[in-house]
């Protein structure tokens, strides 16, 4: 009985190992890309747990923020004041909005 006891506490702490370096550097690395307005198809990397945790981190910290394009709905840095794929002119006060947006998702 104390066999059986032992293996499944060694068990439950191997579950929780593989929890930690794996699952939760996917979950965090699809928060941070809806936060910053980029594909989740990123956290693909968590496929390999190491990977998983290097995507999270470039999302977290090496990515800047994005968002769409009014004319042409492409992605571009949230501080562009042209777009760089239709030339479409983005006003201070959009620029502004978009910054303030990406703020409170951070929250």
């Known amino acids: 009985m104390k066999n059986a006891f032992d293996g499944s506490i060694g068990l439950f702490v191997v ?6 370096f ?7 690395g699809i ?13 693909l990397f968590g496929i390999h747990p ?11 910290y090496g990515i800047d923020p994005r968002k769409q394009c ?4 492409e992605s571009i840095k949230i501080e562009a004041q042209i777009c760089r ?5 983005i ?3 959009e620029i502004d909005m978009a910054i303030r947006a990406f703020e409170d998702r951070k929250k």
């Open 15 to 20: 579950i929780l190992i593989i929890f930690f």
């Open 22 to 28: 794996w699952f939760i550097p996917i979950w965090y």
């Open 31 to 43: 928060k941070w890309a809806k936060i910053k307005g980029v594909s989740k198809l990123w956290m």
């Open 50 to 60: 190491m990977t998983g945790w290097i995507a999270f981190l470039i999302l977290r």
């Open 70 to 73: 009014d004319k042409c709905k």
């Open 85 to 89: 794929y239709c030339g479409n002119q």
């Open 91 to 93: 006003s201070q006060e």
